[in-house]
């Protein structure tokens, strides 16, 4: 038996407490989330509903529990220090400290280390705490990326041509990032594809999940706004249909020196997950950004698939013995797509704003997997909040497959809802094997 803490209330730590619960070693789950998941509900013995900042409370409830382990899903906690504060009781966690979880929450960190440890895969970079030198470094670049230096929950990301097409535009921005965070960080901009590579790190090994491709914009064809996540895919042969294996194996390399120059810098052993957002360039696989969790909706793409027992991944994290095991996932494809209301993304005038509090219907879904994420159960139904409301998972020997049980599963779900029908299709994955093609000179 293992009682094991899981803080965190989206379908990120949905996926994450089922694939605890399927462990051999019948774990008890305990959860703490900021609002009540009725899926993490129904697979916790008990729950505490409250702030991630409380860290007093999180511990008392931890202790209370006699929790052998916790598992942190968001970044907010991180960034809090729950790790260090839970620490501090005896109790280890999945999930790196305050002064590690920087990997994320501070950009410049991040591509400073590289920067020392001369890790590939950085851009042209600078760092800027005032407008001061701005002007002229934009003027090396051809195209360029701005970023806050902060958690901005994955939407404070501009890229030029995107969000914005002048060096006016770029200098205002900057102007108004850096009335709200310290620093500025802006890189030149890549063309590429993306992938994203979740590793689990011990502090000394690194071991990588299956690549995943993320589909941040919110309407069909790459459309709209940035958020969160629309859904993510992965293929059976675990790779991409753009990428060669060499560009998960650079990914990896890259993560692996990461770990090492923390623990050079730091004196600590990272122990958790290492996501790296990677983009495949005409020069090679380059760093995007880091994230100190799992991602959201990437996880549910990889934990379904899981052979290892997921127990024993977090017990080998945090005991440092991840060379000792081996981590396998099922030769399956994995379709996720996001149903949302319809509202989400969209400003608040907008006629579909209302729909983000609206009822809604899940029907008779068959053959996939569903996670929730910001919805609560009342007694008269499940009912949306402003942001996404379930993730759907299909699963199946083919992408094409996977992808028609997902489809088939969201067109069951009523109300007020939207999705991107085009997640995991063939015509989308087809403009991005052409891109690479365009990109790498093949065509």
Same mark, same amino acid.
């Given at each position: 038996?293992? =009682?094991?803490?899981?803080?965190?209330?989206?379908?990120?730590?949905?996926?994450?407490?089922?694939?605890?619960?399927?462990?051999?070693? %019948?774990?008890?789950?305990? *959860?703490?989330?900021?609002?009540?998941?009725?899926?993490?509900?129904?697979?916790?013995?008990?729950?505490?509903?409250?702030?991630?900042?409380?860290?007093?409370?999180?511990?008392?409830?931890?202790?209370s529990h006699a929790v052998d382990f916790a598992v942190i899903g968001p970044e907010d906690p991180l960034s809090n220090g729950i790790v260090d504060a839970l620490n501090a009781t005896?109790?280890? *966690?999945?999930?790196? +400290?305050? %002064?590690?979880?920087?990997?994320?929450?501070?950009?410049?960190?991040?591509?400073?280390?590289?920067?020392?440890?001369?890790? @590939?895969?950085?851009?042209?970079?600078?760092?800027?705490? *005032?407008?001061?030198?701005?002007?002229?470094?934009?003027?090396?670049?051809?195209?360029?990326?701005?970023? @806050?230096?902060?958690?901005?929950?994955?939407?404070?990301?501009?890229?030029? /041509?995107?969000?914005?097409?002048?060096?006016?535009?770029?200098?205002?921005?900057?102007?108004?990032?850096?009335?709200?965070? @310290?620093?500025?960080?802006?890189?030149?901009?890549?063309?590429?594809?993306?992938?994203?590579?979740?590793?689990?790190?011990?502090?000394?090994?690194?071991?990588?999940?299956?690549?995943?491709?993320?589909?941040? &914009?919110?309407? +069909?064809?790459?459309?709209?706004?940035?958020?969160?996540?629309?859904? *993510? =895919?992965?293929?059976?042969?675990?790779?991409?249909?753009?990428?060669?294996?060499?560009?998960?194996?650079?990914?990896?390399?890259?993560? &692996?020196?990461?770990?090492?120059?923390? &623990?050079?810098?730091? /004196?600590?052993?990272?122990?958790?997950i290492m996501y790296g957002g990677f983009i495949i360039t005409r020069d090679g696989v380059k760093l995007l950004e880091y994230n100190a969790r799992l991602g959201d909706p990437e996880?549910?793409?990889?934990?379904?698939?899981?052979?290892?027992?997921?127990?024993?991944?977090?017990?080998?994290?945090?005991?440092?013995?991840?060379?000792?095991?081996?981590?396998?996932?099922?030769?399956?494809? +994995?379709?996720?797509? =996001?149903?949302?209301?319809?509202?989400?993304?969209?400003?608040?005038?907008?006629?579909?704003?209302?729909?983000?509090?609206?009822?809604?219907?899940?029907?008779?879904?068959?053959?996939?997997?569903?996670?929730?994420?910001?919805?609560?159960?009342?007694?008269?139904?499940?009912?949306?909040?402003?942001?996404?409301?379930?993730?759907?998972?299909?699963?199946?020997?083919?992408?094409?497959?996977?992808?028609?049980?997902?489809?088939?599963?969201?067109?069951?779900? +009523?109300?007020?809802?939207?999705?991107? @029908?085009?997640?995991?299709?063939?015509?989308?994955?087809?403009?991005?094997?052409?891109?690479?093609?365009?990109?790498? /000179?093949?065509?």
């Amino acid at each position: 038996m293992a =009682y094991i803490l899981l803080i965190g209330n989206g379908a990120r730590e949905h996926v994450i407490a089922e694939a605890l619960k399927r462990s051999r070693h %019948n774990p008890t789950l305990f *959860s703490c989330m900021k609002s009540n998941n009725p899926g993490i509900a129904s697979l916790s013995e008990d729950i505490l509903i409250g702030g991630y900042g409380d860290l007093e409370a999180i511990m008392r409830f931890a202790v209370s529990h006699a929790v052998d382990f916790a598992v942190i899903g968001p970044e907010d906690p991180l960034s809090n220090g729950i790790v260090d504060a839970l620490n501090a009781t005896g109790i280890p *966690s999945v999930g790196p +400290t305050k %002064n590690l979880a920087r990997l994320e929450t501070s950009k410049s960190f991040t591509r400073l280390l590289l920067q020392k440890y001369q890790i @590939p895969g950085n851009p042209q970079f600078g760092v800027f705490s *005032s407008l001061e030198g701005i002007e002229t470094f934009i003027d090396e670049l051809d195209g360029i990326v701005l970023k @806050p230096d902060g958690l901005t929950g994955g939407k404070g990301v501009m890229v030029q /041509g995107d969000h914005f097409h002048s060096k006016e535009e770029a200098l205002a921005l900057c102007r108004a990032i850096l009335a709200e965070h @310290p620093c500025v960080v802006i890189e030149e901009k890549f063309d590429g594809e993306e992938f994203s590579l979740q590793c689990f790190c011990d502090g000394a090994t690194v071991l990588a999940s299956p690549p995943v491709q993320d589909h941040k &914009r919110r309407f +069909t064809g790459d459309r709209g706004p940035n958020t969160g996540g629309m859904g *993510s =895919y992965s293929l059976e042969n675990h790779l991409l249909p753009f990428m060669e294996a060499r560009d998960a194996e650079e990914g990896l390399a890259i993560t &692996r020196q990461v770990a090492e120059a923390l &623990r050079a810098e730091t /004196g600590e052993a990272y122990k958790g997950i290492m996501y790296g957002g990677f983009i495949i360039t005409r020069d090679g696989v380059k760093l995007l950004e880091y994230n100190a969790r799992l991602g959201d909706p990437e996880a549910m793409n990889i934990l379904p698939i899981l052979k290892t027992d997921f127990v024993d991944v977090c017990r080998a994290i945090i005991g440092g013995t991840l060379a000792n095991l081996s981590l396998e996932f099922e030769r399956q494809a +994995t379709v996720c797509k =996001y149903i949302v209301p319809k509202g989400y993304g969209l400003p608040k005038d907008h006629p579909d704003a209302s729909s983000t509090s609206s009822k809604i219907d899940v029907g008779n879904v068959k053959d996939v997997r569903l996670y929730y994420s910001s919805v609560d159960r009342r007694a008269g139904g499940l009912y949306m909040t402003s942001s996404r409301a379930i993730g759907v998972v299909g699963i199946a020997g083919t992408l094409e497959e996977a992808e028609g049980r997902a489809e088939r599963a969201v067109q069951s779900v +009523t109300g007020p809802v939207d999705h991107r @029908p085009d997640i995991g299709t063939k015509e989308l994955i087809g403009t991005r094997i052409e891109h690479m093609k365009r990109v790498q /000179g093949k065509r």
